[in-house]
């Protein structure tokens, strides 16, 4: 394995590097002050989409697709060094329309829509116009076991009728999501991983209710946030559905791959952020007579961030490396290790931070308390840490068995 970056990716890094210095980290505050004065949190602030202006003039939008026609061209281990940059900043992904859900929406209409629903979804996802959420997991069901999921998708004639209740559909909340990408059971026969199926269900269609958005540890996350949505005798034609009845976890497979790497390094980025800053503010700090960075427990924790980041970046670049070479299935068992491993290492850092900072690192003074909110979060998000080790256990004994 060769994780050299080509001369293609350098240029884009240092290109994004600019960037991010130049117009993202100098905005934060901008940012933030902008969301607190807005009538409508669940609207982006014009700093955002004069963020969003430059980065499209800059040729820094859409880096995260593969497909020339539609993006920059990269492969998933080209993409992952630049994600990482993204990842730096919590607004930084949306500046480049490379956030989620949105982007792997995108991915999957790419990879599995109709001529039809690229016609019609594509341009506008593409320019940043609207936003698209994904509705999969269910609150009254355990949905770290996806096969529990309920909502049903059922034909009548030429539509489909959609019933069920879908939370964490993040960015819902916003009057510019237009549509949210439905998993549901669609078949209570057969082989149980052909009985979902997913359909695309525009959020303005009569039945379909935001009921609430759920603030994370007290972070409300607006203007993307996570709404719970009511299904009710949804109806929309069977043009909407992905790929066919029944397909609808071999395209969530397809998904979820490269959203990994997405999410992966990002988390790398946070957490290289994260130390950058704890580095400086120990030099800064004095206690019981010397600068925090002369304490031995601060250098053995600086030493063990750096550490861990090194390790989770590699194992996320292989994931990368197998997924472009082998495919998806093939590279399964990474894909689940970096779910477990780089959420773990970035929240250890984190933590560390937060020890490092003393009173300031639980206020909004620093971004770690946002950042430790969101890669905490993730030890849950796409299944819980245990599900994943219990199936990584599971493939490893398989040979021995």
């Known amino acids: 394995m060769n994780f050299e970056y080509s001369d293609k990716v350098v240029k884009l890094q240092k290109k994004l590097n600019q960037f991010m210095e130049e117009v993202v980290f100098p905005n934060e505050k901008t940012y933030h002050k902008q969301m607190e004065q807005a009538e409508n949190r669940w609207v982006s602030p014009p700093i955002m989409e004069e963020m969003k202006g430059k980065a499209k003039a800059a040729g820094l939008w859409n880096l995260f697709l593969e497909d020339p026609e539609y993006g920059a061209g990269l492969t998933n281990l080209e993409y992952a060094p630049l994600c990482e940059i993204m990842g730096r900043s919590p607004i930084a992904p949306e500046v480049f329309n490379c956030h989620g859900p949105n982007a792997p929406n995108i991915e999957m209409l790419v990879l599995y829509g109709t001529e039809e629903q690229k016609e019609k979804w594509l341009p506008q996802l593409l320019n940043g116009e609207i936003l698209s959420c994904f509705s999969m997991t269910e609150p009254r069901v355990a949905s770290s076991d996806a096969l529990n999921i309920e909502t049903s998708i059922i034909r009548d004639g030429d539509q489909y009728v959609i019933n069920g209740r879908k939370w964490w559909s993040s960015g819902a909340a916003s009057p510019n999501c237009k549509f949210a990408i439905v998993l549901g059971k669609s078949s209570t026969s057969g082989e149980r991983h052909k009985q979902h199926s997913m359909v695309i269900v525009p959020l303005d269609t009569p039945g379909v209710k935001i ?27 069977v043009t909407n559905i992905l790929v066919g009845e029944g397909e609808g976890f071999a395209i969530a497979q397809g998904r979820l791959g490269p959203a990994r790497i997405q999410h992966c390094m990002r988390s790398i980025g946070t957490s290289e952020r994260a130390l950058e800053i704890i580095c400086q503010r120990s030099m800064e700090r004095v206690t019981f007579g010397k600068p925090l960075s002369e304490q031995g427990v601060v250098r053995e924790w600086i030493a ?14 292989k994931a990368a490396y197998m997924i472009d070479k082998v495919g998806n299935k093939a ?12 959420p773990n290492m970035s929240t250890k850092v984190l933590d560390r931070a937060i020890q490092i900072l003393g009173g300031a690192g639980v206020t909004d003074d620093f971004p770690i308390a946002h950042m430790w909110t969101h890669e905490r979060g993730l030890r849950i998000y796409d299944g819980p840490d245990e599900v994943h080790r219990a199936t990584i256990a599971k493939w490893e004994l398989k040979d021995y068995l």
């Open 331 to 342: 590279a399964k068992k990474e894909i689940a290790m970096i779910k477990v491993a780089v």
């Open 211 to 237: 009921i609430r958005t759920t603030p994370v540890f007290g972070y409300d996350r607006a203007p993307i946030g996570h709404a719970e949505i009511e299904f009710e005798n949804v109806r929309v034609p």
């Open 304 to 317: 063990n961030s750096r550490i861990d980041i090194e390790q989770a970046r590699l194992l996320v670049l």
